[in-house]
């Protein structure tokens, strides 16, 4: 069993930055892969950056690309996401997610393990 707590949302101005945090208990961190997904109201919950375990591999969605870093500290069982040049688009609450396997997948139906989310507002 995996537990996982994101922090660090809020308000901010088109521009901002805000950084995401995602405190993982329970079953070994570094084992699986893990991705930041976000859902915006009367919208379907979208990938936004996955993570294998080793931190090796990195995919990012197209919409975030050269805008948001995601990263993970194994010793501290603990995921980041790194979000730069936020746009209003960018509002939305963000999940944290795990899996089993070293596979980023986009769909949210592999990950077995979610955070309760962490809202985002990005004031035009």
């Known amino acids: 069993q995996v537990q996982l707590v994101e922090s660090g949302g809020g308000l901010v101005q088109a521009g901002g930055s805000l950084r995401l945090s995602c405190a993982a208990s329970g079953r070994t961190f570094s084992t699986g892969a893990m991705s930041w997904f976000r859902q915006a109201p009367g919208k379907e919950r979208e990938f936004v950056a996955g993570i294998t375990g080793s931190g090796a591999t990195i995919h990012y969605a197209d919409s975030v690309k050269g805008r948001f870093t995601i990263s993970r500290d194994n010793a501290k069982s603990t995921m980041y996401l790194q979000m730069n040049i936020l746009k209003p688009e960018d509002t939305a609450v963000y999940y944290c997610?795990?899996?089993?396997?070293?596979?980023?997948?986009?769909?949210?139906?592999?990950?077995?393990?979610w955070g309760q989310g962490t809202q985002v507002t990005v004031s035009s």
């Open positions: 997610a795990a899996k089993f396997g070293q596979s980023i997948v986009a769909p949210a139906t592999p990950y077995t393990y």
